[in-house]
């Protein structure tokens, strides 16, 4: 089961070694190649493959800067370690990467138990555009999440061990949709419970009737879930559980004859495998909406999702993922930093790529809502937050595959002054 909250926050700190004028990792020759690591819960307890997709997209964004001939005459090396999932391998891949490896980043990180964030944060090892599966991101320097932070991250989750996320996703759907009564399906796990629970304040502090629906993670029982949604005339359905499960729920719904305005699932799943994800539950699957802070992988109206489709095609054929859009843009991020970083007959440091990373805003060329790292002494009470949605349909992209279609405009103007709400890691 993965989750991952994309929460808007900041700040870093470089270590003291960074004002030295001592580069803190360099080649030999300024033409030498720099070496990035990439961290990815390849393998883990929630199903193969559950998290590789922004390893995926920027390994796919490596190997193309590498066929234009690297970043400022630099080939980039990556090193990939599949830490299982757990906090013992994430440790380990830590450790071989910082320490054997030696890579001068990490980048796309997306590990479901990142354990070894405080060992890399220690070392002024710049982590770029990770996932956000946990808080690591809004608590070390040094680590810079994909979807930017405005926390102090000195060491402590968010502000003194609080948290906060705003209610933008909910307010779409209640303006957008007129939404009024909504369902969170979680797991009796702890990740998924805390974060159900995240999402049940949201929505009723947008105004919505809110039914919570717990179900046994080894055995869930979907048909109980099915027949409580259509007595209680649920019209919008959120969820804290993982694509399978989403499936299962899917196909129980289809049988009962449960339909809902929309199934509003997390950016993980937003990915081309919907039919079969969701196979033999079309209502359900059309009825699918994703959010995230990325442009949809499906709109090829723009330049920067072409190059990126086109670069996917060749490495990994018949799938595409929002994950690996990030992932890509990512790989994008860390490429931008070294080339401003890079001048004649020198590397660049580590301190110099920082200092890029928290600097203006970044939005990959548009792929990304701009992101930034602006710490705040005291968290917002409200913010203008804009986000991307999408919905998936069969009849998208004039073939029998289907896609997901861009909803509420262009992600830039998708905006909305709310809330920023607390809670606990």
């Known amino acids: ?46 199903g193969g493959g559950a998290f590789s997709a922004p390893r995926d997209g920027a390994l796919a964004y490596i190997d193309a800067l590498n066929a234009r001939g690297g970043v400022a005459g630099h080939r980039l090396e990556a090193v990939t370690c599949d830490d299982g999932g757990s906090g013992v391998g994430n440790n380990e891949c830590v450790r071989k990467l910082v320490d054997q490896a030696k890579v001068f980043a990490l980048v796309a990180t997306s590990s479901l138990d990142y354990a070894g964030a405080p060992y890399v944060s220690h070392k002024g090892v710049p982590d770029i555009g990770g996932i956000p599966i946990g808080t690591e991101y809004d608590t070390y320097p040094h680590l810079y999440g994909i979807y930017g932070s405005r926390a102090p991250r000195d060491g402590t989750p968010g502000w003194g061990g609080t948290l906060y996320a705003g209610t933008e996703v909910y307010r779409f759907f209640k303006e957008r949709l007129k939404a009024r009564t909504a369902a969170v399906v979680y797991y009796n796990q702890s990740a998924s419970a805390r974060y159900a629970d995240q999402i049940l304040r949201g929505l009723k502090a947008e105004g919505y009737r809110t039914i919570s629906e717990e179900v046994d993670f080894a055995l869930p029982n979907f048909r109980a879930v099915a027949a409580d949604l259509r007595a209680r005339h649920v019209d919008i359905l959120f969820d804290a559980m993982d694509t399978h499960g989403n499936g299962r729920l899917c196909r129980a719904m289809q049988s009962a004859g449960v339909t809902v305005t929309a199934k509003v699932t997390n950016v993980q799943n937003w990915a081309s495998t919907v039919p079969a994800d969701y196979k033999d539950a079309a209502g359900c699957r059309n009825a699918l909406w994703a959010t995230s802070a990325s442009r949809n992988y499906d709109d090829t109206s723009d330049a920067a999702v072409r190059a990126f489709r086109t670069a996917m095609a060749a490495r990994k054929p018949g799938y595409l993922a929002q994950w690996q859009l990030e992932g890509w843009a990512a790989a994008m991020w860390l490429s931008d930093a070294i080339r401003a970083c ?66 509420g405009g262009d992600m830039r103007d998708n905006c909305f002054e709310v809330p920023q709400l607390p809670y606990r890691s």
């Open 1 to 46: 089961m993965t989750l991952t909250l994309t929460l808007v926050a900041c700040g870093s700190r470089l270590p003291e070694s960074d004002f030295t004028g001592r580069p803190t990792q360099a080649a030999t020759t300024a033409a030498a190649p720099i070496r990035v690591g990439i961290i990815t819960s390849a393998t883990s307890p929630v």
């Open 342 to 407: 890079a001048t004649p007959g020198t590397n660049p440091s580590r301190a110099c790529v920082e200092r890029f990373v928290t600097g203006k805003p970044y939005d990959a060329g548009g792929l990304l809502l701009p992101v930034g790292f602006t710490s705040t002494a005291r968290p917002p009470a409200t913010a203008r937050t804009c986000l991307s949605v999408a919905q998936w349909s069969d009849r998208a992209g004039g073939d029998s595959h289907g896609g997901w279609l861009t909803r």
